[in-house]
């Protein structure tokens, strides 16, 4: 079994409070061995951590760094619905990215939250991924990930 908040620690990082949605939906659901969370905004305490588009007001590594918050926030929600150290392998992320226009770097910025899911979770922690480029974001969120994962029976 993996202990998910140990992993974190060694990274100095702590599983988050999950965030409380900002509209009609539920964090996460879990359909079987399956779970799916909303989309994840890097948010803290509530807030967004930084606000803007990727290539502009928004390093690369910052988008990067706050991709790696989204991830945290996900797995935040799927404790809403199961244990994290439930979780078996890491299925899929989708990850949004708020780009400037001509920005073509989003997977670049996405490895922030699949970086930690092989860093917990090992082969089991790599996944199918989308990366995608959108023009605007909720709150003007740099990014936002979704995930699904697969429980243990």
């Known amino acids: ?14 599983l988050p ?16 061995n399956l779970v ?14 930084l606000t803007g588009k990727v290539g502009g007001a928004v390093t690369v590594e910052q988008g990067k760094e706050l ?6 926030n996900a797995l ?9 150290d439930d979780i078996a392998r890491v299925v899929r992320v989708v990850g949004y990215v708020n780009g400037v226009p ?8 996405v490895n922030g939250a699949s970086e ?5 979770w090992g082969d089991a922690g790599k996944h199918a991924r989308s990366a995608i480029g959108v023009a605007e974001l909720p709150l ?10 697969e429980l243990k029976s």
């Open 1 to 14: 079994m993996t202990d998910v908040r140990a992993k974190l620690a060694e990274l100095g990082l702590t």
């Open 17 to 32: 409070v999950a965030a409380k949605p900002i509209a009609a939906y539920v964090p996460a659901v879990r359909t079987g």
């Open 36 to 49: 799916f969370t909303a989309g994840q905004l890097p948010l803290v305490d509530g807030k967004i951590a």
């Open 67 to 72: 991709a790696q918050l989204c991830a945290l």
């Open 76 to 84: 935040a929600a799927i404790e809403t619905v199961a244990n994290v």
């Open 102 to 109: 001509g920005y073509l770097n989003h997977p670049g910025v």
């Open 116 to 120: 930690l899911f092989v860093h917990i």
């Open 140 to 149: 003007d969120s740099p990014v936002e990930v979704e995930l699904t994962v």
